[in-house]
């Protein structure tokens, strides 16, 4: 199993330019989730999404955008980057209700954006 | 949602035990407390999670305070390769709250050598 992949790995954006991180899960995850982490800080959920067709905010949902059309992907798009948005993105994906506490998140190895 | 408190930053020396504390005052009676860690330039790893009894597995052991309000995940002995940010998270069992997995901080371990 690959578990979660996301592309791009490394992007370097100009102010204003719009672009879509790619998130595929191979788990039949129900649950998926963007977060992102600033140098030196922890993670900040973005969004995230109970199964096909359903989102919700998280805690820095503002600047992005996502959708979630089938169980395996997850995109994140961007609208006119902004230099704040710079920061490392990471992909997860977690088990539906169910099977105790031994759910347990699967991250991907993150996609690191620079907004210059 | 339910929040945890860690320690910003712990020192070690390599192949001594090491005690990571985590508040979880809000605690509520179904949260899982699961730990994770997050090695340089890398996506975070389950380490190990529990709910009211104390646990083991092969990369630490988890031990839950009597009235759930903190726990400690404990290295036995800590290697170079276990310097990471820690996280602990709280992961209810289920209800709306279920998916929404917020972390905090986390905690900078330093092991040296």
């Known amino acids: 199993n690959a578990g979660v992949t996301q592309t791009p790995k490394f992007r370097i954006l100009k102010i204003g330019q719009s672009m879509t991180l790619q998130c595929t899960q191979d788990?039949?995850?129900?649950?998926m989730y963007w977060y992102r982490q600033d140098p030196g800080m922890g993670l900040k959920l973005i969004y995230y999404?109970?199964?096909?067709?359903?989102?919700d905010k998280g805690e820095v949902p503002n600047g992005y955008n996502v959708s979630r059309s089938t169980t395996e992907d997850f995109p994140l798009r961007l609208e006119l980057a902004a230099p704040s948005q710079t920061s490392v993105y990471f992909c997860?994906?977690?088990?539906?209700?169910?099977?105790?506490?031994?759910?347990?998140?699967?991250f991907g190895a993150g996609s690191r954006l620079t907004v210059l | 949602d339910a929040k945890t408190t860690q320690p910003n930053s712990m020192e070690s020396n390599e192949e001594e035990p090491v005690h990571l504390p985590c508040n979880h005052s809000?605690?509520?009676?179904?949260?899982?407390i699961h730990w994770y860690r997050q090695l340089p330039s890398q996506g975070p790893e389950y380490v190990i999670h529990?709910?009211?009894s104390n646990v083991n597995n092969r990369m630490a052991s988890l031990a839950i305070a009597e009235d759930r309000k903190s726990s400690t995940l404990i290295l036995h002995r800590a290697t170079l390769r276990d310097a990471a940010v820690y996280y602990c998270?709280?992961?209810?069992?289920?209800?709306?709250?279920?998916?929404?997995?917020?972390f905090g901080q986390g905690t900078i371990l330093t092991v040296h050598p």
């Open positions: 997860a994906s977690f088990p539906r209700q169910g099977h105790g506490g031994a759910n347990v998140l699967t």
């Open positions: 788990m039949n995850h129900n649950y």
């Open positions: 999404s109970v199964g096909a067709g359903i989102t």
């Open positions: 809000t605690i509520s009676g179904t949260d899982y």
């Open positions: 529990g709910l009211t």
């Open positions: 998270i709280l992961r209810p069992a289920g209800g709306t709250s279920y998916g929404k997995l917020t």
